[in-house]
């Protein structure tokens, strides 16, 4: 033991103010109370009974007071309480975006790089002779007259079409993506919170798309027992309802989505926890929770296949571990030849984010 020398462990200093020590902590709170802000100061004022969050120099009172100077929170004109701001929303999704993805910083193209080579707009230290129906743009002037001069020498110098030499350029990729989130009443069943990680992962996606991948475009689905579209500013009020699982109107409503983008890269993410159990047929429901029912589960398959021939690649993560789900998982991947992950709660974001960067490489042609 003499060779063991022990240490008082000191924690690291926070040297964040207390109002920025309190925000963070408000903006995990809101992705809980579905950006319920009065529900979310009632936690922090639990915790702080309890921790000790506050002090006699700063309290919550401040802590709020602070909140509307600096733009986060606002008074209800309806009411009593206070609705979230943009720049709340948006902080929330940046935060989402440094947890799940890490730092990253801005891009002013916001395009995805491909294997393909030729006009583009980021160039390569590849070169190749000139051929016809290139780019006069792309002819590297300096090495094309070294050529020449090889060739003829100073004093009989001329430039021939042989002497030519192109730079490569990286074609740049933009992708249509379109996420569907699960909203069914399994994604909070058994007191298993599986919402509130499909939405980080949701907001943290949107955030990153429109901060290095401008140009590429995002939709968001929720589905539940029918489909709709939802704003981005909308996720974080996102909240589970007594639904069952219509996955075959939200992969009709995304299909509907992407067919109206030009662009050839396409692709669906969908975040679930549970099997098919409901189809719409004419005006009324069909819902079965037991088990795998055919009538749903080959009509969600017969829109796996459609994706696949529309070159739409169908990537699921499944954050469950229900064998009847895990079949049919296994069952769509196989027909639209797409991805699927089965993924712990904690691993869902690092998934997403290496599925996406993969994706919007592959250039459909």
Request: aromatic content about 10%.
């Amino acid at each position: 033991m003499s060779d063991y020398h022990f240490f008082k462990y000191t924690p690291p200093q926070d040297n964040r103010s207390d109002f920025e020590r309190l925000l963070d902590l408000f903006l995990q709170l809101l992705n809980y109370t579905a950006g319920d802000v009065a529900e979310a100061l009632d936690w922090m004022n639990q915790l702080d009974r309890k921790h000790n969050l506050t002090s006699d120099e700063y309290g919550m009172g401040d802590f709020i007071e602070d909140l509307k100077k600096n733009g986060y929170i606002q008074d209800n004109p309806q009411g009593e309480g206070f609705n979230l701001t943009p720049k709340s929303e948006q902080s929330i999704r940046k935060r989402a975006l440094d947890e799940i993805f890490g730092k990253l910083k801005k891009s002013k193209q916001g395009n995805h790089q491909t294997n393909h080579s030729g006009t583009g707009d980021e160039q390569t230290a590849e070169r190749r002779q000139y051929q016809f129906g290139d780019s006069l743009d792309q002819i590297a002037m300096t090495d094309s007259m070294r050529n020449a001069q090889i060739r003829g020498g100073i004093q009989n110098f001329s430039l021939t079409e042989d002497d030519l030499e192109v730079q490569e350029n990286l074609f740049r990729t933009q992708t249509a993506t379109v996420l569907m989130i699960d909203i069914s009443h399994s994604m909070i069943l058994y007191g298993e919170d599986r919402i509130t990680p499909a939405k980080k992962v949701a907001m943290a996606l949107a955030e990153l798309i429109t901060t290095k991948y401008p140009k590429d475009t995002l939709d968001i689905i929720v589905f539940g027992n029918d489909a709709w579209q939802i704003n981005i500013k909308d996720l974080p009020y996102l909240q589970v309802g007594p639904y069952h699982t219509n996955t075959v109107a939200g992969l009709e409503l995304a299909m509907d989505l992407l067919r109206r983008r030009k662009t050839r890269n396409k692709q669906i993410f969908m975040i679930t926890d549970g099997k098919p159990t409901c189809l719409k047929v004419g005006g009324r429901y069909y819902k079965n929770s037991w088990g795998l029912d055919k009538k749903i589960i080959n009509r969600t398959l017969t829109l796996a296949a459609q994706c696949k021939k529309l070159h739409i690649p169908v990537t699921t993560f499944m954050i469950a571990t229900d064998s009847y789900l895990q079949k049919f998982v296994q069952d769509f991947t196989q027909i639209n030849q797409g991805k699927a992950y089965y993924a712990g709660l904690d691993k869902l974001g690092e998934f997403i984010f290496e599925d996406y960067e993969r994706n919007r490489r592959k250039r459909v042609r």
